[in-house]
Structure formats: C-alpha cells, structure tokens
C-alpha cells in the first residue's frame, strides 16, 4: 500500500527512472503488458438509506440483549414495560412531527439548498393558498407526489379560475381521492402511530366509512365518456370504505355497459361479498358468480383473486361448508400457476382452525409445504399468517413441536419482516412463550425466556402468571427472585393475584439448606418479600393502589422470618399486622403466627412472642399450641407468666 501510494505521488517523467534505480519491486521477466481492456462501467444501483446498515448488521446477527434500534441504546433510556415501548415509540415520532412542523412554520429559514442535488425531504413544502398561481402541471406534480389535501386544493382553484383539467388528469385525482378517502394520510414514516391507529381501530365496530355525495362522486361524474378506468376507481373505493351496495351496483352497471373491467376490481367486490349477503350458501353463490364472470370476459385471476375468495370462505359460519369451499379452490387456482401467498395460508388456518369446530392438523400440511422458505410481502394480509399460526399451535393444537417449526420459519431468511406490526408481534411470543411454559421443562423454558425478554417481548400479567404456575409446579423457587425483578421492572406490581401467587409459592416451596444451590435462597426470598411489603405500603399513594390482606402479611411475615437476618423487619411486620388488625380483611395463618414465636425464642424476645399470642386470642385463632411453646421456650418472669395465664387461662399446662 506504501509503495502504490509513492508511485501516485511521482511524476510521470520521473516514473521510469525511480523503478530503474531499484526503488521500485524487482521482476525477473519482462513480459510484454497486456493491450488495455475496454472498461464497462455498471450503471447505477438505487440503494435505500439503510441498505448499508442491513449489510453490516447481517453479519452479526441478532442481539438479543440489545433494545430495538428505535430505542437509545442506553440502560437509563430502554423502555421496560409494555406501556413504555408504545409511549417511546409514540414520542420519537411526536419528535418528528415537532421538528417537520418547525421547518413548515419557520420555512424562511430552511430555503437554503447546500446537498448537490437538492434533498426534497429538508425543504419546505410547497404553500398553496385561494390566491396561488397554478395551472394543470401543479396539479399533475401535486398528485405525484401523494398530496391528496393541496391537490383538492388545487383543483378547486382550477375549475374557479375555469382553467381546464384533462380527463386523464381527473382520472389520477380520482384514483387518489378514492385510495385516501378523501382524507389526508398520515406519513409513511409515521409508523409507530399507524400501528397504533390500526390497533384502536380494530376495537371499533367495522362499518361504512365510505363519504358519500363529496369529491370523488363529483369527480367520476365530470369524467364523460365513462372509462373502464374511473369505473375501476369508485367501485374500489367504495368496496375498501365498505360502501359495498353501491359498489356492487356500479360493478352490474358497468357490465350492462358492456365496459370491460380488470381483475382488481373483481377483487375488490369477491372481498365485500360478507357484506352483501347474510347466509352462507349466499355468499359462496355470489362468489362463484363473480368468479364466472371473469371467466366470460377472459380475465386472468392473480393472488389477489385467491386471498379475497378465501377471505369469502373464512366469513361462513357453516363450517362444513366452509372447509368443502376452500378444498375446491386450491387446486383451480394451482392449475392457474398462483402460488399462495403467506396471506392465503392465514385464510385457511381461519377457515379450518376454529374454536368450536372438530380439531384440524391443516397447519402441518401447510409448514411441509412452505417450511424453510423466504417469503415476501405480497398481499396485505401476509404478516398475520405467523401470529395467527403460533395461536393454532397454542389453543387449537397444544403442540410445542409445531410452534418451534413455525418459529424456525419466522427465523429463516428475511422472513421476520412478516412478523408484522408490533401488536402482532407481542401476540406471536405471548401465544409461544405460554406454550413452552405449558409443555417445557422449566430449565429449558428459562433459556428461552432470557432470550426474548425484555428486549423482544415484555410478558402480560396472564402470560406472568402461567410463568409462575410453571415454577410452582416443578417447585423451582429458585427462580422466583428472578421473576420478582422482572415483575418490578416490568410494572406488574400492582396486580394482587400475581403478588399472592409469588407469595404462596415461597411459602409452599420451603429451600433446602443442604444442597449448595439453594443454601442463600431463604434470604433471597426474604429479600423478596421485605421488597413487596415496602411496594405495597408505597402504593397507598398512587392511583394504582394494592391494600394489605391477612394472607398476604401472613406470608410475608413467614418469609422474613425464615430469611433469620430479618427478625427486627419480622417484627415490624407483625406490628403493622396488629395495630391495623381492624382494616385489614382476614387474618395470617396460624403456621405464620407459630414460626414468627419460633423466631422470637430464638431471638430471646419474650414480649414479642406474647403479643402474638394476644393477637391470636383477639381473633379467635388457635391459640394452645402458641401458648404451650411459648412457655417451653422462655424462661418467664413472673410479668410475662401473668400475661400468658391472663390470655389463654391457667388451665393450658394441663392440656
């Protein structure tokens, strides 16, 4: 490298002569050079911006003990709750959306243009107002560019001034008004909050949303003679914003018209098909109708074609006839040459998996047949297929072989791309993790869930909660440390039946001192529970508010005192136990009041074991093995055996 860069610095006349003087390498041939070859430079490939990142980042992989990218990658700033995942996310684009309304607010100071060539991003947008000069190229730029609300505004402003639009350009406006709704959409970068509205939307009722009487109707009747084309456009329109009578009834008309319409458009109706008719031996009738239509025009059916029947079929509620339907149309489609799509194989996992219908192994056949393969997005629908099948493994199969398969498949190649938006996503791993939980090992389920949380899920209290039966089951208390962090971070604790549950399982699993690997777990679950007592009485301040029962400080009480370092935290427990004895519901269990006065012999505290006895006595709780210990246990002075015979009698010593 030295070398070459001192022979560029040489002047050419000088080249020769610093070679000849032994500067230069050395050859024992003088081989004449080769004539210079033609040189053929490639042309230019479009790259995206993050091309280069996806280069370096495949060569290491995922890492699962690092956030996602679009959180910062520091311990103070990583998102750790579900609630705080969306609320980052959301910021980081209220970020955004801050900085773009600055550059459009104060655009006088963003008119300078240093980048060769210009980026378009950084400047301002252009302003339109009732008094801007345009003309039709304005528009035909403005429709280009996907801005639907200037292009309406534009347009407007043509037809006052009377300047004419050309059919054609009335068709692409049209066709835009109709995509959006005539609503402005939100940016493609904006994916955090499309994610978010997708998922609100989901919990409204689906209906018509489709604005009837506004600009696209006035738009497709100003365009005359009728085009297959603005035919085309409504009728879609209409059948994406469920205006599905109407656009039926276009579709009949232009058939009437002989107009001669594409397969899209079929597409669109074949979807909306639930929507017209009730039953389900009418909807499969209409569909094949449409179907022999595009048949007598000689029209190609696509993937679109397949996924809209089938979409058809999954809305019958007779399910027999459901299963039949698709059965039919899989093969007439193959002989077609249409591959399905990761979108047709979610459509049939819907028809054929449902939850009062006999069990179906379809998902086999399906993994068989596409196992190990890349996939692309190719139809809307394609990024529920993973989701949705991890749902089947779970709750229709319970076949843990079957979802490590469909995990296999989401991990092959760029396939994790169809995973989906990150609702999707938190369904797929919880659907998984509750699965292996349930079917497991608890050694092997811990590897795996140190692999995917937090970073790449964060567990619903129900998803918490089978963990914890997971534990209970195979006794492995060992872990419950672990847990109990994790449901700190993860903000869980305010759930009480989960609190109760780590509780009981502390309790119930008492450590082994003898094997070397449970011999600190005693403290670590007094640890445990001193930390939950302390968040519980923090609680009573927030909106989120967990109360005190019996049981709970019973247990508490049970694990401070097995933890032996803790008896003065015992004992403050216990003080709180007595003196609120009045507020809290129920009362710890006998086994918790005997092992605290067994920790209070240890401690030489006699005053302390009697107190629990009055406690005991007060609420009519077992009181003759407490008092029969305590009197074993201390050598009392006359004070504290006067006390004891004053709450239990001096008949006790007899019994």
């Known amino acids: 490298m030295y070398l070459t860069r001192q022979l560029r610095q040489l002047p050419r006349s000088r080249l020769t002569r610093h070679i000849a003087s032994g500067n230069g390498p050395h050859y024992t041939t003088a081989a004449p050079q080769p004539a210079a070859e033609h040189i053929e430079i490639p042309k230019r490939i479009e790259r995206s911006p993050t091309d280069l990142l996806q280069a370096l980042a495949s060569t290491v992989g995922r890492d699962p003990t690092a956030p996602h990218y679009k959180y910062h990658d520091d311990p103070f700033l990583i998102p750790m709750s579900n609630i705080t995942k969306r609320t980052y996310a959301l910021s980081k684009e209220a970020g955004r959306k801050a900085a773009n309304w600055i550059k459009e607010e104060h655009r006088e100071l963003f008119m300078h243009q240093e980048a060769q060539p210009p980026i378009e ?69 904006y ?30 009747a100003a365009i005359e003679p009728k085009t297959p084309q603005s035919y085309a456009a409504l009728i879609r329109g209409m059948a994406k914003y469920l205006q599905c009578e109407r656009a039926y009834a276009l579709l009949q008309e232009a058939n009437e018209k002989r107009i001669q319409l594409d397969t899209n458009t079929y597409n669109a109706i074949i979807q909306i098909v639930s929507f017209i008719k009730d039953t389900a031996e009418q909807r499969w009738q209409m569909c094949t109708s449409l179907l022999n239509q595009m048949a007598e025009q000689q029209l190609k059916p696509n993937l679109g074609t397949l996924n809209a029947v089938l979409e058809c079929i999954s809305t019958f509620g007779n399910f027999k006839l459901a ?26 996992l ?39 099948a991890m749902d089947v493994c779970r709750n229709h199969l319970h076949d843990k072989a079957l979802a490590k398969r469909v995990d296999e498949l989401l991990h092959t190649g760029n396939n994790y791309d169809l995973i989906g938006d990150s609702f999707k996503e938190g369904i797929y791993y919880r659907n998984y993790l509750a699965l292996l939980c349930q079917t497991e090992s608890i050694e092997d389920f811990m590897r795996t869930y140190d692999i995917l949380v937090p970073n790449i899920y964060i567990p619903e209290p129900g998803i918490m909660e089978e963990i914890l039966r997971a534990i209970e089951i195979n006794g492995a208390v060992e872990h419950v440390p672990r847990i109990w962090s994790d449901m700190v971070i993860f903000d869980h604790t305010h759930r ?22 449970q011999q600190q777990l005693p403290k670590q679950c007094a640890n445990v529970a001193l930390d939950m007592y302390n968040k519980i009485e923090e609680s009573a301040k927030r909106i989120k508010k967990v109360s005190f029962t019996g049981q709970m400080l ?4 049970t694990l401070l005192v097995r933890g032996n370092s803790s008896f003065d935290k015992a004992t403050e427990v216990f003080t709180y136990i007595d003196k609120q004895q009045h507020r809290i519901p129920g009362t710890p269990a006998d086994s918790a009041l005997f092992e605290y006065v067994e920790a209070c012999i240890l401690n030489k505290a006699p005053s302390q074991a009697l107190m629990a006895l009055q406690y005991a006595v007060e609420n009519n709780m077992e009181t003759t093995p407490l008092a029969k210990r305590i009197h074993e246990g201390f050598t009392l002075s006359e004070v504290h055996l006067a006390k004891l015979k004053s709450l239990v009698g001096e008949g006790f010593l007899t019994k």
């Open 121 to 189: 991003k950084f400047a301002p947008s252009m302003v339109y107002t009732e008094e801007s000069e345009v003309d039709a190229s304005s528009l035909q730029l403005l429709i280009s560019q996907g801005e639907l609300k200037d292009a309406v505004l534009v347009y407007n402003l043509l037809v006052q001034k009377g300047i004419e639009v050309s059919d054609a350009l009335k068709q692409s406006l049209l066709e835009l008004v109709c995509f959006y709704n005539n609503e402005e959409p939100l940016p493609e970068e």
């Open 191 to 220: 994916i955090e909050e499309r994610w978010f509205m997708q998922n609100s939307r989901r919990r409204e009722r689906h209906g018509k949303t489709w604005k009837d009487g506004e600009l696209a109707e006035k738009l497709y």
């Open 323 to 348: 299963r039949s339907s698709a059965l039919k149309v899989l093969p007439e489609f193959k002989q077609l040459g249409i591959v399905p799509s990761l979108g047709s194989y979610y459509y049939l």
């Open 350 to 388: 819907i028809i054929f998996c449902r939850e009062r219908a006999p069990v179906s192994h379809v998902i086999i056949d399906i993994l068989n047949d596409i196992g190990g393969k890349e996939f692309k997005v190719e139809h809307p629908k394609d990024t529920y297929f993973f989701a949705t």
């Open 496 to 517: 009480e039946s989960l609190l109760l549950y780590v509780l009981r399982i502390m309790v119930d699993n008492r450590p082994n001192p003898e094997l070397p690997s």
């Open 554 to 557: 019973g247990d508490i009480l």
